[in-house]
């Protein structure tokens, strides 16, 4: 039986990602995964409100870091470059849960269900990211425009790290902001050049 309720919260997330990929997210039930995790049905829901938000537990501390990046970044940075910045720290936060994220994303990536979720769950950060570069003086429209392009770059890169994870987050997070940069025409930014640097 698990001590604490950390333990007993990440054991069910382990016994969801476990159940879901043996027999599908739809045939398993919250009572199959506390039984997988050694605790009984009341003990799930004390931490998780249903069976999808297992996989997306800890959205909110992600949101925060999110937005104290784009909050802390300098105030020379233009609005893609605050968000690269807060992507970063989102970074680390999946390759550190690495065995956890990849099983994760495959996952939803088959389950409708979790897709719509997950869809809601990028809405709200989109959003809190918007506010975040309204508030760092980015006009409404482009604080708009810059995070959801910004989170469609950032979910691109991290799809490329689960294809390829020869090269870590960090590099395929700053190609992908390269690439966006070369579609728009824009120039790269100086910390781009510097990168590129021999």
Known sequence: ??????????????????????RGYDR??????????????????RHFPDKREVLFDGEADLRDALV??????????????????????AGRILEENRPFTEPRLAIIAVTPALRERD?????S????????????GVPGRLAGLAAQT????????AQAWIDDPSQDLETHLQ???TDLRALSGAAPSAQDRARTQP
């Open 68 to 89: 104290r990046a784009v909050e802390e970044a300098p105030g020379d940075l233009a609005p893609l470059d605050m968000l690269l910045r807060a992507f970063r720290t």
């Open 150 to 157: 910004g989170w469609g770059t950032f979910h691109h890169a």
């Open 1 to 22: 039986m698990p001590r604490s309720g950390a333990e007993a919260r990440r054991r069910l997330q382990q016994a969801a990602l476990e159940l879901y990929r043996e």
């Open 175 to 177: 190609r992908a902001f």
């Open 28 to 45: 398993t039930t919250a009572a199959e995964i506390a039984a997988r995790a050694g605790v009984n049905e009341r003990t799930f829901f």
């Open 119 to 123: 869809m809601a769950k990028a809405a």
């Open 125 to 136: 950060l989109v959003d809190a990211l918007t506010e975040a570069l309204r508030r760092r």
